[in-house]
């Protein structure tokens, strides 16, 4: 064996041991709940297709009329020649729902993080991220090479004590956050951060991944509770409510213009393919023209949660945490033989001693399907 491969298969027997092996599952979506996986037919509780849009009928021939018309791929760099047309409405669109100036697209929300945040922040600059915010936050903060400290979970009191402490001796700084934590399902207290943000002279942005289409009318987590949370860096995905592919940042004008000339992830990338960026402008428009569609997976969550005696969900994300990494997969795997996928989340995803089944909910969950998981998860996994 080369020694590449001995190093490969001792890192690989050391995951195993600690039950943080993984195997990717060919998985066949059927439609947007079904799914078939090792030769069985599932309900998925996994997907982050919360409205269903990934299936839409009318959301699929956008995209195929895209390809139709503009070819399969993009060509090169939105730099170069990459730029289609369809990007233009797009960002207006995605301005529009945000109620920001301007708006720019990525190839994903990982290459929007790693782009987005070196851009505005240098060696000399301060970051201060949630604990619990995505891993693409944290790589986007790595690469800025600026000085990284995490702050409690929502512990805005922390935050404020960090820029206290620190931000006199950095030239700029910046507070991130999850909008919706993605594996807590919690959203973050976004007014209090601005407010903290703006008293030290820090900047706000926020990871909507979670909570485009599905929050505040589908607008998101700054329009969750009765006002508008202006937060001025407004970051999120095209992957998950919207069914697509692609990141995004809603900002101001001159930020907009100066992350498309300098984000690496942008420049050095190349364009999405028009079926993806047509999918997602159509499940925009679906999201606008009917948020009582939009409001169904908070819903069918709020649901389950009260039938399984769980704290209310604020978001179509619930955990149910079991602790131990073999805990969290015998529930997936006895949910599995009840006809149900929940994937286990184990670290490191989440912290030691909290892995996971992060159960999400969907538009088009049946009520009886979502009564029966929450007897099962009740009696059969929280009363152990
Ligand atoms: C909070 C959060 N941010 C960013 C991402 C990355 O987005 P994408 O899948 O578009 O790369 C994800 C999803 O994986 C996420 O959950």
Not at 177 to 183: H, K
Not at 341 to 348: G, N, S, W, Y
Request: contains cysteine; proline residues 4%.
């Amino acid at each position: 064996m080369s020694s590449l491969d001995r190093f490969a298969q001792s890192k690989l027997d050391d995951l195993a041991s600690r039950n943080q092996y993984r195997r990717v599952i060919e998985t066949r979506r059927e439609d947007g709940i079904w799914v078939e996986r090792d030769g069985r037919r599932l309900l998925s509780f996994s997907c982050n297709d919360y409205l269903n849009l990934t299936q839409h009928p009318a959301i699929k021939q956008a995209a195929i009329a895209a390809t139709e018309r503009y070819g399969a791929g993009s060509g090169a760099s939105r730099l170069v020649t990459g730029s289609h047309p369809l990007y233009a409405e797009l960002e207006t669109r995605l301005a529009e729902i945000k109620q920001t100036e301007a708006a720019v697209v990525f190839g994903s929300g990982y290459l929007a993080n790693s782009g987005i945040i070196p851009v505005l922040i240098g060696r000399d600059g301060l970051l201060l991220i949630d604990e619990l915010a995505h891993a693409c936050i944290f790589a986007g903060a790595h690469l800025s090479r600026g000085t990284v400290l995490t702050f409690r979970h929502n512990d805005v009191d922390h935050a404020r004590e960090l820029l206290c402490s620190h931000r006199g001796a950095h030239d700029r700084a910046l507070i991130v956050t999850d909008g919706v934590f993605s594996m807590d399902g919690d959203l973050a207290p976004l007014d209090a951060l601005l407010a903290t943000a703006d008293a030290y002279d820090a900047w706000l942005m926020t990871d909507d991944a979670h909570g485009l289409g599905v929050i505040g009318g589908g607008r998101g987590s700054s329009f969750a509770g009765n006002g508008h949370v202006p937060v001025p860096l407004q970051m999120g995905t095209l992957s998950k409510a919207i069914g697509a592919y692609g990141g995004y940042l809603c900002a101001s004008a001159a930020v907009v213009d100066l992350v498309r000339n300098r984000a690496r992830t942008l420049v050095y990338s190349t364009g999405l393919p028009p079926a993806t960026v047509a999918a997602a402008i159509a499940a925009l428009d679906l999201i606008a023209r009917e948020p009582d569609y939009a409001a169904l997976p908070v819903r069918n969550a709020r649901a389950f949660t009260a039938a399984a005696g769980l704290p209310e969900a604020q978001s179509p994300i619930v955990p149910v945490i079991v602790g131990a990494e073999e805990a969290a997969l015998a529930a997936s795997a006895m949910l599995a033989r009840e006809g149900f996928l929940a994937a286990a989340i184990r670290p490191p995803t989440v912290a030691p001693g909290t892995a996971r089944l992060r159960l999400t909910f969907t538009a088009q969950h049946p009520a009886d399907q979502i009564a029966r998981l929450a007897g099962l998860v009740r009696h059969q996994i929280m009363a152990r």
